[in-house]
């Protein structure tokens, strides 16, 4: 009997602390999933990541910028799209021309508005379209929604990814159907 409980407090010694990796696993799983449905190598998600966060860095610590200018970086298959609004066109130039010399940029869409940054409810109301549309893209069985990458800004939608001709109407006519959708900007590179 002794023998019994000396293993039964064993296995559940063992198994308690496994717990806490059920979230871990969990997540780990959901992004080999995404990874495993995008059509660039792993190695190319990486550089994309890598240009994205060396471009974010680059831009934070250039001095001639300050508070005044709010810019999204998003990177994809080496296209990087650059949104947000920078008060002066200086501004602009300056985060252009420092995003578009990054190791692994083949080109750099400039969608930067000389303006005002936008307040914090507008960005808000982005982020809730781009779940909306990634929401629609994911429940359509025709479209292979996690191929396509969402950026929303000031209610403009960019749609970026590697997909056939017919995958990538079908996303951009569902992501005009959402609501507060005012443009729809197509980079997709093609596979067909």
Not at 84 to 89: I, L, V, W
Not at 142 to 152: A, M
């Amino acid at each position: 009997m002794r023998g019994q409980f000396l293993v039964l407090v064993i296995i559940l010694g063992g198994i308690t602390p496994l717990q806490a990796c059920a979230p871990v696993i969990v997540a780990g799983g959901a992004t080999a999933a995404v990874a495993a449905a995008d059509r660039r190598s792993v190695g190319t998600q990486l550089d994309d990541e890598n240009i994205e966060l060396t471009a974010r860095r680059k831009i934070n610590d250039d001095n001639r910028l300050g508070d005044d200018v709010h810019v999204n970086i998003t990177c994809f298959n080496g296209t990087m799209l650059l949104t947000g609004e920078a008060t002066t066109a200086e501004q602009r130039d300056i985060v252009v021309s420092l995003a578009g010399i990054l190791q692994g940029v083949k080109r750099v869409v400039n969608e930067i508005i000389v303006t005002e940054p936008t307040a914090f409810a507008s960005r808000t109301n982005d982020s809730w379209i781009t779940g909306r549309v990634k929401a629609k893209l994911l429940a359509d069985e025709k479209i292979t929604g996690r191929r396509v990458k969402v950026v929303t800004e000031n209610g403009a939608v960019y749609l970026m990814g590697l997909v056939t001709q017919k995958e990538g109407e079908l996303a951009a006519e569902a992501t005009r159907a959402v609501g507060g959708v005012k443009r729809v900007v197509k980079l997709f590179e093609y596979t067909d």
